[in-house]
C-alpha cells in the first residue's frame, strides 16, 4: 500500500511562489514590506503587500528612507528544501520524483548560493532512496527495505505497511479509512505480530469514531431544523435551487453507501444527514467492540515467520525442507493467494511437480 504524501504538493507550490520580500524602515517609522520594481537617482518604486492577496505600487522618496532589508531569496526558498529530508515513511517513486525536481529547481535558480551543495546533499539522498524504491522496495519506520527483503519478508512488511497506515490514517481523524485498513489487515494478516501489536489501538479507534457519530446523530435534529429555517428565509427561487442541490448530495450519499456495501466494504462512510446512515454506523461501532473484545489470539502462530521460513526454504535445496515449511505456512493460515504464491515459488525451484 502506497499513500500519496501530501507534503510534496505542499513543498512544490511553496517553492513556486517565493518571491521577493524587501523591507523599507522609513524616518517616520512607518515600515513597508513587499518588493523594490525599480528606482530612480531620487526614490523608489515599491510594491507594498497591503494584504495577503492585495498589493498596490507606491512611490517612496529615497529621501524618506533610513534602511533597506532585501530579503536573501536562497535562503528562504531553502526552507522548503530543508524540509524534504528525511523523506516519511511509505512515499512511491512519484513523490520521490517530485522531491527530486525541487532540489533540481533550487539549484538551477541559485546555482551560486551557498546552500546549493546543501540541495545537491539532499538530492542525493534521495536519489539514493528512489533506487530503491523504484526496484519494488520500502521504506519503513525509517528503514530502507530492498525489493529482495521486502519479498522475503513479504508477509510481515505487508502487515507492517497496513499497521502504519491505521495508525497514520487515526492520527488524523480519517476513522473510516484507519478502520478500512484494520480491516484488511485482519483479513489477510490475522496471525502476524503487527495485528497483534495494534488490535487494542484498533479499538480504541473505533471508540472515538463512536463517539463523533453519536455527537452527530444527537445534533441532527437540530441541524435538520437550522437548515429549515434557513431554506424558509430564502426566496422561492433560492428555496427551489438549494432544495434541489440537497436532494443531489443525498442522492450521491446513499448511491455512495450503496455502492461500498455492494463492494463489501465493511466500515462504509456514513451521512451526517441521514439518521438510518448515522444509527447503522453506531450499531455497526458497538458490534465490532464486542467481537474484538472476544477476540482470542493465538500468541504460538506467527503468519510472518512462517512466509520467511517457507521463503528461505525455496531458495535452498532440500525439497523435504520445503515441504515442511509449506505445511508450516498452511497451519499459520496464510491466505489462499499467499500459500498459491509459495507453491508457484516452490514449482518454479524445482521443489514441486
Known amino acids: 500500500m502506497k499513500r500519496t504524501h501530501a507534503l510534496t504538493a505542499g513543498l512544490l507550490a511553496g517553492l513556486i511562489a517565493t518571491a521577493?520580500?524587501?523591507?523599507?524602515?522609513?524616518?517616520?517609522?512607518?515600515?513597508?514590506?513587499?518588493?523594490?520594481?525599480?528606482?530612480?537617482?531620487?526614490?523608489?518604486?515599491?510594491e507594498v503587500m497591503v494584504t495577503k492577496s492585495i498589493k498596490e505600487e507606491r512611490t517612496?522618496?529615497?529621501?524618506?528612507?533610513?534602511?533597506?532589508?532585501?530579503?536573501k531569496l536562497d535562503e528562504t526558498a531553502f526552507l522548503e528544501i530543508g524540509k524534504l529530508t528525511p523523506a516519511p515513511d511509505?512515499?512511491?517513486?512519484?513523490?520521490y520524483r517530485a522531491r527530486l525536481e525541487l532540489c533540481y529547481k533550487f539549484v538551477k535558480t541559485y546555482p551560486n548560493s551557498p546552500l546549493a551543495a546543501k540541495a545537491r546533499a539532499i538530492a542525493g539522498e534521495l536519489e539514493k532512496e528512489n533506487d530503491v524504491i523504484a526496484q519494488g522496495g520500502v521504506k519503513l519506520a525509517g528503514k530502507l527495505i530492498t525489493a529482495t527483503e521486502r519479498q522475503a519478508n513479504k508477509v510481515e512488511i505487508n502487515a507492517r505497511v497496513l499497521e502504519s497506515s491505521v495508525r497514520a490514517r487515526a492520527k488524523t481523524s480519517e476513522w473510516v479509512l484507519a478502520l478500512r485498513d484494520f480491516a484488511k489487515l485482519e483479513a489477510d494478516y490475522s496471525n502476524t505480530a503487527p495485528f497483534k501489536d495494534v488490535l487494542p489501538f484498533a479499538r480504541q479507534v473505533?471508540?472515538?469514531y463512536n463517539a463523533q457519530l453519536v455527537e452527530s446523530a444527537a445534533g441532527l435534529p437540530k441541524r435538520l431544523a437550522d437548515r429549515k429555517v434557513g431554506l424558509e428565509r430564502m426566496s422561492s427561487e433560492d428555496r427551489n435551487a438549494s432544495n434541489r442541490a440537497i436532494a443531489e448530495v443525498d442522492e450521491a450519499a446513499a448511491r455512495r453507501i450503496a455502492e461500498e456495501k455492494a463492494a463489501g466494504i465493511k466500515w462504509t462512510t456514513h451521512d451526517d444527514f441521514n439518521k438510518t446512515s448515522l444509527d447503522e454506523?453506531?450499531?455497526?461501532?458497538?458490534?465490532?467492540?464486542?467481537?474484538?473484545e472476544n477476540l482470542r489470539i493465538d500468541a504460538k502462530v506467527d503468519a510472518g515467520k512462517a512466509w520467511r521460513d517457507a521463503w528461505s526454504a525455496i531458495q535452498g535445496s532440500d525439497?523435504?525442507?520445503v515441504a515442511t515449511a509449506l505445511s508450516d505456512a498452511r497451519a499459520a493460515r496464510l491466505s489462499n493467494d499467499l500459500i498459491a504464491e509459495?507453491?508457484?515459488?516452490?514449482?518454479?525451484?524445482?521443489?514441486?511437480k
Not at 524602515?25 to 537617482?41: A, D, F, P, V
Not at 509459495?342 to 514441486?352: C, P, Q, R, S, W
Open 20 to 46: 521577493a520580500a524587501d523591507t523599507l524602515h522609513l524616518k517616520n517609522g512607518t515600515t513597508y514590506q513587499g518588493k523594490i520594481l525599480s528606482e530612480t537617482k531620487d526614490s523608489y518604486l515599491f
Open 206 to 208: 473505533i471508540q472515538q
Open 281 to 292: 454506523a453506531i450499531r455497526y461501532c458497538d458490534q465490532e467492540l464486542k467481537r474484538l
Open 90 to 95: 511509505l512515499l512511491g517513486a512519484e513523490d
Open 342 to 352: 509459495l507453491e508457484t515459488l516452490a514449482k518454479k525451484a524445482g521443489h514441486m
Open 60 to 71: 517612496i522618496a529615497k529621501a524618506d528612507v533610513t534602511k533597506i532589508d532585501r530579503e
Open 319 to 321: 525439497a523435504k525442507v
